[in-house]
């Protein structure tokens, strides 16, 4: 079992739809949770990091549930530039050690 | 300021030749890591480096891969005898530290495509 899982898809979405990713992790030592965006040949870059108490930016809401050890994306109002691959992150910072999910595609239609 | 960056941006070589990529962080910035990502696959850790030392090298695939940091800033990592299934982007990411995760996000360059023939 991978240390860091996510649904591969791909979600094929229409604009204007809302749309959730999971990501679930096995190390309950892990202390830090990201979710980054990677465009087609790009590198990832940093979307939000993701706090217990859940965060909001915008069109996008992030959730930790340490309990059940997932964290969870929501996209609402989905645009076309929107069309990535999602990255969930587990860091366990004791250990320096980052955890990459294989992502999950993206695409949003007109 | 200026991003992470890394050179060369593509190498192509012949199998069992050594190669060496680079990679400039973030000014600052104490921690470093390095990524493998094959075509159509995640990322894949490498190694990590606080300051110059890196504590764990576990996440090397083999020991023909070796990595170094300098000065707490530049690090280049160095295959050799490169085999065909080296070909992947490898990227390089800085982040201020790992106190906290206020503080350890990870900042990517763009990458260097190695190529193997």
């Known amino acids: 079992r991978k240390e860091v899982e996510q649904d591969p898809g791909p979600f094929n979405v229409p604009e204007g739809a809302t749309v959730a990713f999971n990501c679930t992790y096995s190390n309950s030592a892990s202390q830090s949770f990201f979710w980054y965006r990677q465009d087609c040949r790009k590198e990832p870059k940093l979307l939000m990091s993701?706090?217990?108490s859940g965060n909001e930016d915008g069109r996008f809401t992030a959730q930790l549930n340490r309990a059940s050890q997932y964290i969870s994306l929501l996209i609402r109002d989905s645009k076309l530039s929107d069309s990535a691959t999602y990255l969930c992150?587990?860091?366990?910072?004791?250990?320096?050690?980052?955890?990459f999910g294989d992502g999950t595609t993206l695409t949003v239609k007109p | 300021g200026a991003g992470v960056s890394q050179s060369p941006s593509n190498k192509v070589t012949e199998k069992g030749k050594d190669v060496e990529l680079r990679c400039d962080p973030i000014s600052g910035h104490t921690a470093l890591y390095w990524y493998r990502q094959r075509l159509g696959q995640g990322l894949e850790f490498l190694i990590y480096?606080?300051?110059?030392?890196?504590?764990?090298k576990s996440g090397l695939p083999s020991d023909r891969f070796s990595a170094e940091r300098t000065g707490e800033s530049v690090s280049t990592l160095t295959i050799q005898r490169t085999q065909q299934e080296d070909s992947a982007v490898y990227l390089c990411?800085?982040?201020?530290?790992?106190?906290?995760?206020?503080?350890?996000?990870?900042?990517f360059g763009p990458g260097t495509r190695l190529t193997v023939l």
């Open positions: 992150v587990v860091v366990n910072t004791n250990a320096g050690k980052s955890t």
């Open positions: 480096f606080q300051g110059n030392s890196a504590p764990d």
């Open positions: 993701v706090y217990s």
């Open positions: 990411a800085s982040s201020l530290d790992l106190v906290s995760p206020s503080t350890d996000t990870q900042y």
